[in-house]
């Protein structure tokens, strides 16, 4: 699957420090594990209401990681999914009467958009489900012949529905290194419930544990389906992302990435899923951006309270100052948008704009300025203030920004202050 256009990325002389990112499972700020590659996988979305301001932070945080790993002198490889099959797209496309294929490929089209707009370098493997269904499929037959897998009874009546295969987290406990709650350290009922409301099936009857995630789903009626060696029928969520990201990676790979909302089940999972194809745990870092909220709420599909990035660039705002608005906000905190973000965003690129039209080929310093911001747990409201007090001075001094400054600012913050307003 194609991703879109990549922004230019100025180099700048030197090279940043190694980042310190917080880690999920240990708690604690570490320096990212990486050899001359940093391989990076993010969760991407599932295409049925593309792209709301939550998936812009996310997208957004690790796009500011992408960008220090590569200033400070890694090659990145990036993988990000699209889970362009799933039950959330096929109910919306029921109740739109729109076939899921056009709905899905009108979302991740507006996504690609969005992404543009917003100067996100795109990842180097972009990779729909439907596209890797055959690996996934065959990833399910080789848990079932290892025995990481076995099958539930259908909880239809119906004689023509067959089982749906089941992934057994007591076996992956005894043959891996992985455990269940590594990767959340969230207390068992804590698991259940987040499981219940965030696609998974705690009461189905006959599962051996209640948290056993699915991996495949035999055929329904009216359902897309394919052919599998494991029968005809779709995948699971959990084992999407732990096929695509090890046919592109090589576990254990620098840091696995996504919003809050997915430490669990979905990390939790994948990282079973990985251990038990990979034979070794599958990431040496998890990270977990912050959820956005709008009038009290997180901002989700399922509650209908969004936010779109195409909606506000179409009612004229630069896209330079959505990111700067979503920049204000440490990546891993839970915030909550209103208006005044983005009007306080406009007056900081106007006042970042205005003094990058005096530059000159002086060098303010700025650049070991905002490395450092960045390279301590990618802490952008540090490196925007930091720019703030750097114009403040040099306009107390009466000097203008060096070409140096403003190519740091694009390269490390992504925004091109030196450009006319984007189209």
């Given amino acids: 699957m194609r ?15 190694l ?54 002198g890694f090659r990145v490889d990036y993988v990000q999914n699209v889970t362009d099959i799933d039950d959330p797209l096929l109910e919306r496309a029921n109740e739109t009467g729109v076939d899921w294929r056009d709905l899905a490929a009108s979302q991740i089209d507006l996504y690609r958009g969005d992404m543009e707009a917003l100067r996100i370098i795109p990842p180097e493997h972009y990779i729909g489900v439907v596209e890797a269904m055959d690996e996934i499929a065959a990833a399910c037959q080789k848990l079932l012949d290892d025995g990481y897998a076995y099958w539930v009874d259908s909880s239809t009546d119906s004689a023509d529905v067959g089982p749906d295969l089941y992934f057994d987290l007591a076996v992956a406990e005894e043959l891996t290194t992985w455990y269940l709650g590594q ?21 189905r009857p006959g599962k051996r544990d209640p948290l056993d995630p699915l991996l495949w789903r035999s055929e329904r009626e009216g359902e897309p389906a394919w052919d599998s060696p494991v029968g005809r029928g779709r995948p699971g969520w959990h084992i999407e992302c732990s096929v695509i990201g090890d046919h592109y990676l090589t576990a254990p790979i620098t840091l696995t990435g996504g919003g809050l909302d997915l430490v669990f089940p979905h990390h939790g999972m994948s990282a079973a899923h990985s251990a038990a194809l990979t034979g070794v745990d599958w990431s040496h870092s998890y990270s977990h951006a912050g959820l956005v909220a709008l009038d009290g709420e997180k901002m989700s599909k399922s509650r209908g309270n969004l936010v779109f990035v195409s909606r506000l660039i179409a009612d004229g705002a630069d896209p330079r100052a959505i990111r700067l608005a979503l920049l204000a906000h440490h990546y891993r905190s839970n915030w909550e948008w209103t208006r005044h973000d983005l009007e306080a965003a406009q007056r900081r690129l106007t006042a970042w704009t205005d003094w990058a039209a005096d530059a000159t080929d002086g060098d303010l310093g700025l650049r070991d300025t905002l490395r450092a911001h960045l390279a301590n747990d990618l802490d952008a409201p540090a490196a925007l203030a930091a720019v703030d007090a750097a114009i403040e001075e040099s306009r107390s001094r009466g000097l203008g920004p060096g070409h140096a400054d403003i190519a740091a600012i694009d390269a490390l913050l992504g925004v091109d202050v030196a450009a006319e307003r984007p189209l």
Avoid: K
């Fill in 3 to 17: 991703s879109w256009n990549a922004p230019a990325l100025p180099n700048l002389p030197g090279h940043g420090g």
């Fill in 19 to 72: 980042p310190r990112i917080f880690d999920t499972p240990t708690g604690e700020l570490r320096p990212l594990v990486v050899g001359d590659l940093a391989q990076l996988y993010v969760c991407g979305i599932t295409p049925y209401d593309a792209t709301h301001l939550g998936h812009a932070a996310t997208y957004l945080a690790y796009d500011t990681l992408n960008r220090v790993l590569r200033d400070a």
């Fill in 183 to 203: 990767e959340s350290r969230y207390e068992r009922d804590t698991m259940l419930r987040l499981s219940a409301e965030r696609g998974g099936d705690p009461e």
